[in-house]
Structure formats: C-alpha cells, structure tokens
C-alpha cells in the first residue's frame, strides 16, 4: 500500500521502528460478525455538525416526534433561537394519504423558508417512518425546485436508522450534494468530510506550503460554492465513513488516494504525505514541511503516552473512527487492544488502517449490545469507548469510559491536534487516580 | 404535518420507558429501529444514572423488513427474558414499528413465557406524546397485575377510614413520581417525611421505585395520593372506579397546597391534622421587610400543568408577584391550567411550541420567568432571570443536594430558587439611594444578573439597559416605532434613571403618552406619567 511504502521512505526514526514491527503481508483478519441490538445513532445525528459546518443550509427531517426529541437530546443543548434543522412530524392524517403529505410537505416548506429567507439549500432528511411508507423525497425536492425556480436548491438524503447509522448520515448528505458539483478537469485536491473550520484552514495552509495549491473541501462552508470534480481531481477522505461518498466522487472521475485517515501524528502524516504524492510533491518537500509537525506532534503525545501506555482499551461501535482511533492509540500512545468494535467495515476505504493494525487486533462488526457488554466485564479492560447511553453505567461498574459523540464534535484532525487528541483518552484515566475520597 | 424545532416532550414510548426505568424487576422490549436507542442517554445523562434503562430493542433493519419482523420481536423477547429475568414485562412498539404491524403485544402473548406477567402498550405514536405514554403505561401495567384482584361490581368501597378497626396506623400510596420528572426523588421523602409527621405510613410510592408485587399491594392502602397528575391521574381513576379507592388531589406544591393537602388526607383517613409549629420558613420570609421589594414583580410561568399551576398559586399569594402570563404544554391537563389563570383574570397559553411561548413571554415583559429548560433558553435570550420549574430538564436540574419541591421543604427551596435570580431586595434598595453617586455607572449590574443580554433590540422596548447605556444623553429627538418622539430633554432626564428600572420607565412613559396622543415626550411627559402611574 502506498501510504506505508511512502511513511517507510519518509525515515523517520522513532516512527519506523514501529512501522516495522508491524506485517509486511496482513495476517487473515479476525473479524466476529455481530447481530443483535446495536446501540448506536442513527444517520440523523449527523446533522448536528453538518448545519454548524454550512450555515446557510437547512436540515429538515420528515419524520416522527422521536426523530425530533432524538436530534434535540444528540445535539444537548438548546442554544438556538430558531436552530437550522428541524423536524416535519408527521401526523395521523398524513399517514392516512400520500397525496395530503406530499401537499403537507410543501406547505411547511414554503412557511419554513418565507420565515428563513437566508437559508440557500435546504436538505429535506429520511427517516425510519418516511422510508417505512415510501414518502417519496426525491420527488418532493424535483417538485419543490420547480416550484422555488432557484431561489433555493433542494436536495434530499436518508438518514434513516434503518438504512444508516450516526456517521453515514453524513455520508448521504454528501452524495447528496455531489450531482451539483460543477465538472472540471482542472488538477485540485479535494478533501470530503466536515472537518472543523480551523483545522480545515491549517490543512489547507500545510498543503500549500508543500506546493499544492488547489485544495477544496467537501461540504464546502457556503452550501451554494460546491467546488468542482473530474478527471485532474484527486480525492482524500477526511473521514473513514465516506464510503458512497468515494464511489460517487469516483463516478464524476475523481481519483481516490488511498491513506490512513489524519487522526494521530502517523495518519496525519501518511494522509497528508499520500495527497501530496498524488498532486506530484517530491517527498524532500513533504518531509521539510511535515517534519517539524511530526516531531512537534510526538512531543505533544508524550505526557499522554505515559498515561495510556500499556493499558487496555475496548472499543464499542459508533462512529465508526474506531479503526483509526485504535491505530493510532495502540501504535502512537502504547495502548493495547482488547476489542475494535465498528458498526460496519469497508474493508477497501480502511485497507490501509487494517495494515497498521497490530498483527491478531480482534475486530468485530455489528453489534450484540448484551453479548458485546459480557466480553466487556470478563475483559475488564483499563478504557471502554462507547456512546453516551453506554458510558454511565460501565463507569458505575468501575469501567473507565470515553465518550465517542465528543470524537465527531471536537477537532481531532491532523498532527497539530494529535496531542489533543491523546488527551481526550487520557483524561479519563486521569481523572480516576486524581480523584479519591478516603480519609 | 407539523414542524417542530425543539419539542417539550418526546414521544409516548418514551414514557413508557420512563415508567419501566423508574421501577425495578420490570423489563421492556420495544420494537424500534436502532436510532431510537438514544433514549438511553436521557437516563444515563440528564438524570445521571449508573444503571442502563431496562429496555430492548428490536434495532430491525431495513434489510429485516423484506423477511420476519415479528420473528425478530419474538427472539427479542426470549433473550430478554432469559438474560434480565424480569418480574412483569411490558412489550410495546415506536413510531416506525408502529407502521409495520408486527403487533408485538399479540406476539408476546402467544409465547410460554414462565408465567410472567405480560403487559402490552398500545402507544398511538403520531398522536399522543410522552406524559400521556407514561400515564397509560402506569395504568395498564397497574390493571394488568391487578386484574385478579378486582372486586365483583356491587361490592361496597372499603372505608379510608378502616385502619381505625384493623389496629394499625392509616397508609397511602404516592402514584405518580417518575424519573425525567421534576425532583420526584426529593419530592417521595419530604411527602413520606410529612406524612409520618401525620401519623400516616406509605404503603407503596409507584413508579419510582417500585416492584411489580409492590403494585400488587396498591389495594392494601386505605387511599391514593395523586402526586403528579400527568402520570398518575388515569390510575387513581381507575383505582376509584374497580377498587373503590379514594383519591387525594391536592398537589402539596406550596405553603397553602401542602396545608390544604394535609387537611383533605386527614379528613379523608379521619384524623386530626397535626398543629405544624414553624413548618417553612416562606411564609416569614416573604413576609421579612427585605421581601418588599418582590411586590409585583412581574412574573411569566410556563411548564407542566401540575407545576405551573402550583407555581401561580404561590407566585400569587405567597410571595406577592404578579402572574402576568401562565401556560403549560400538558394539553390533557388543560382545562385546570385554563381555571387556574381565569381565577388571575389571564387567559392560558396551552401550546407545545415554545416560538408561541417566547413571544408571548416577550409581551407580557417580565421581570421573571419561571419555567422549563426551554424557557430558560428564551428567557436568557431576553435577558430576563429565570427559575426552572418543570420538566423537560437538564442535568442541571437533577441536582446533588436534597431540594425537593413539595411540602415544607420545597417551600424553601422554592422560596430560594425564585427569589435569588432576582436582584436582591436591600441591594436594590440601596442602588435606588445611592444612583446619583459615581459609582453607579451606566453598565453596573448586580452580580445576580445573570443571562446575556439579546442580540437585537428589535423594538426600542426591548433595548438592554446597556444597548441604553452606549448613547449619550441624547442630543437629538430619537422616534419610537409608533412615531411617538422623545425630546432632548426627554432623553436626559431618562438617562438619570437607573438602568435596571429605566426600559420599564420608557415602556409607561410611552404608553401613558400613546393614551393620551401625545406626539413628543419631555422631561414632564416623564414626571407626568410618574405621577400617574404612581397613583
């Protein structure tokens, strides 16, 4: 794989004696597929950071009241006058017929956008109950885009709990998004993902000063400047849970570079390292930019290493950075795996996490919540990353726990935040020998 | 098709799942796709609990639905069974599952289960929402493992006053207390507290806490107090009805409630009502000289019916503020909210969209708002102190301290959580003394007030005290909206006001102007209207 032929030619001492410690050749992967309760987020929740991330779309749910109370309890707080997303709930009469609910439907979103003018597109958003009675959206956003003549592009994604979870939702908004992206061949390096907006701005900067100029982001941070894709587009995933995302880019003619994804100072480096290569950077120009970072990052990581080295962790799906997350926090902070736990696995977009994994990671795919919860206690592991419905009760059992929501809200990307993101592990544990309550 | 951004309540399983989670021994499978699974997150974080609620979820799939859905609940059900051994289980289904017609109440009924009792919710999901899911919930779970227990129709109702014969102390059930509710924890033991004090035992507090064999015993009290109305109205309805059980429905929110509740459990059990010597200290202080200045404050309450309306009794008569606006979102509860704001000549805002309630608390321009979180939010937006009141709630409001709401306690602290948001008394007092020193610059705010000023002053009205602040002593005449002008002189004599009162003096001074069509407002528009309005 290019990105650790590549990290390997970057010689970087402390850095390759991990690299080769690790395979050559991947060892069969021991996957335990898992079906049972999952508790987990569905695709809704992404709409939490993808409205801070483009101010001037609205997220309309088209769904039920527990759609509503779920993106209301995810978000946390109530912070906002009129927030940008909201829910069209439906009633017993739009149940009753079709034809009233697409008249509803309609209706509501000409009140809606009479009150915020602003708003320049406006995502109408699947759920279970749409989907469960084929309330066509597709349609309904054809129709509304006549109807609105350009004064507001409609778009619609799923964000279903039955056809996605947490993450993906974001992966449908940007698919979503992708048909209105204007074709150009023109050479560009394109990142998908919502990253946040200074991390953003220093990846950009850092890309520049290795002399790749055209870099542009997906979602952009004005809903209507989508930047464009075609065949001189090269294409770096910000985020592992882009799947259709990829294949829609690649479809407009794009290339997919395949790295780790830039969490921890190494897969932010390999990351940053294989866009480069793929826009025609000579590696000295990598290394004198990325260099410094590495050896700034590492430093960052240290104090937190200390905490995490040799302890145990437990990875419950969610978000699906666990892959990433495990890498990085087993090969940069000395953590041992006890379990990686993923909602799902592309094993093609995680292709190159896999390699970095230690030989034998158990992983495992979909979710038992019961039987998972039972490994977990027998496991008796020093870190358990999990939801919020989750983290309570272990940390009650004597668990340590991090919450893996704060993952997808706080900025993690890139090697200026490695330190950081260390620490949001090591808090926890931290925490535990700070406090006591003896005598 | 309704649009909502943030919303009172969730929906009717929900509740259920309040009911469920509040007990012990009782297990609920729910027939719902895996996103619905954040409803854990409202146990385990806004009430900070250390155990998963006792729920299992279907987490079906859309891949599930093409195949055996109800194969899928029934499995659910039988590993649920196995692994928590429940005493009772409720089976029941969310909005989407509601859709597809699994009927997982019927499935559930035809499996070998042990014998446990099995209760089946039939939750409409695009109809009803979460207090009235939480109620029918409690109730059919009470009549499902009550059923055998009914007494033949004709059979006399058992006397509240049968203790007296059995040689024992009288004994209630509290029915309704719940987790998400609002300090239903610290409310079940200062009730149970002022109970003892009565000379009167708890035989079972439900849900809170409660067992299934607990409610098994319901009918061994000699009657029922309907603590919260939202939860527990329905059963103490049908626990009159089958078992003849009287119900107390004083609410013992207040000083006057909880003396009324007393007197009405008493009466009922036939007992005298003990003498309380000193029970709260409200009554003295608001009646201390530092609780002058509470005279008429404008206040603006939101929240559930039962809070809400207990809120306006002692906003009204044991605090002396004047309710300027009261409304609840608890539509089943509507009419006693309507009677209790008819009886202070206001008309009740029942509404559950919390836009209506902003603008209406923007209008009735309060000095505080007593509601839930969502007000909070709006309150903080208008730059008005706010006291929490009702659910929905915050962690913030699952507090670490003993800080109940009812009885004489709650009195306390409801004397203590209302009053400080508000500047205090001597304080106040003391700035109006002192506001022509130096010190009291334009921008010097109590260390009290709290809550950001607003980001646009839309309507002069409700222009901070700051936004005032940063124009001079005005040079030129300034317009209001309804082309009312202010003078030069006009403006300088209202810029010697004090800033915290100085909005409500401009709001009088222009209505008294509007009244009589005055077209300029000076220095003796100002004093004029002071002296009218101070009549």
Known sequence: MGASTLAEAMANPMLDGVLDAGPEVAPPLEILKESGQREVFCGLTSIVWLHRRMPDAFFLVVGSRTCAHLVQSAAGVMIFAEPRFGTAILGERDLAGLADANEELDRLVKELLARRPEIRTLFLVGSCPSEVIKLDLAKAAERLNRQLLGQVTVLNYSGSGIETTFTQGEDQALVAMTPLMPTSDEPQLLIAGTLADAVEDRLVDLFGRMGVGAVRSLPPRRSTELPPVGKGTKVLLAQPFLSATARALIARGAELIPAPYPLGVEGSRDWMAAGAAACGVAPAQVAAVLDPLVERGRHAIAPHRETLAGKRLFLLPD??????????????????????????????LLASELELLPAGTQISEGQDVERQLDRVRRAKPDLVVCGLGLANPLEAEGIATKWSIELVFSPIHGCDQAGDLAELFARPLRRRSLLSFAA | ????????????????????????????????????????????????????????????????????????????????????????????????????????????????????????????????????????????????????????????APSPQRWQQEGRRPRVNLLGPSLLGFRCRDDIREITGLLDRCGIDVAVVAPMGARPADLQRIPTADANVCLYPEIAAPVCSWLERSFGMATVRTVPIGIGATTAFVEELCGLLGLEAPQFDEPSRLPWYSRSVDSTYLTGKRVFIFGDATHAIAAAKIASQELGFQVVGLGSYSRELAREVRAAAKELGLEALISDDYLAVEKAMAEASPELVLGTQMERHSAKRLGLPCAVISSPLHVQDVPARYSPQMGWEGANVIFDSWVHPLMMGLEEHLIGMFRHDFEFVDGHRSHLGE????????????????????????????????????????????????????????????????????????????????AHLSR
């Open chain 2, 451 to 530: 809550g950001a000023p607003p980001q646009t002053g839309e309507k002069p009205a409700q222009a901070t005290p700051e936004q005032t602040a940063t124009g001079t002593p005005a040079q030129a005449a300034t317009a209001t909206l309804e082309g009312l002008v202010w003078s030069a002189d006009g403006e300088a004599e209202l810029a010697k006001i004090p800033f915290f009162v100085r909005n409500k003096v401009r709001r009088n001074t222009e209505t008294y102007a509007r009244e009589r069509q005055l077209q300029v407002i000076d220095s003796e528009t100002l004093y004029e209207a002071k």
């Open chain 1, 319 to 348: 978000s699906q950075l666990e892959l990433s997350l495990a890498r990085f926090l087993s090969r940069e902070c000395g953590m041992e795996l006890v379990e990686v736990g993923t909602p799902y696995l592309d094993r093609q």
């Open chain 2, 1 to 156: 098709m309704e649009l909502t951004l943030w919303t009172y309540e969730g929906p009717p399983h929900v509740g259920a799942l309040r009911i469920a989670t509040s007990m012990e021994g009782v297990h609920y499978v729910l027939h719902a796709p895996q996103g619905d699974t954040y409803a854990d997150l409202l146990f385990t974080m806004i009430e900070r609990r250390d155990k998963r609620p006792p729920v299992t979820y279907t987490t079906f799939q859309a891949r599930d639905l093409g195949g055996d859905t109800a194969e899928l609940v029934k499995r659910s059900i039988n590993q649920a069974v196995e692994r928590f051994q429940p005493e009772a289980l409720l089976v029941g289904e969310s909005c989407t599952a509601e859709l597809i017609q699994d009927q997982p109440g019927a499935l559930a009924g035809g499996m070998a289960l042990g014998g446990i009792p099995v209760v089946s919710l039939d939750l409409p999901a695009y109809s009803k929402k979460e207090n009235w899911g939480a109620a029918e919930t409690l109730y059919q779970l009470v009549r499902g493992l009550l059923k055998d227990q009914v007494p033949p129709p004709g059979t006399s």
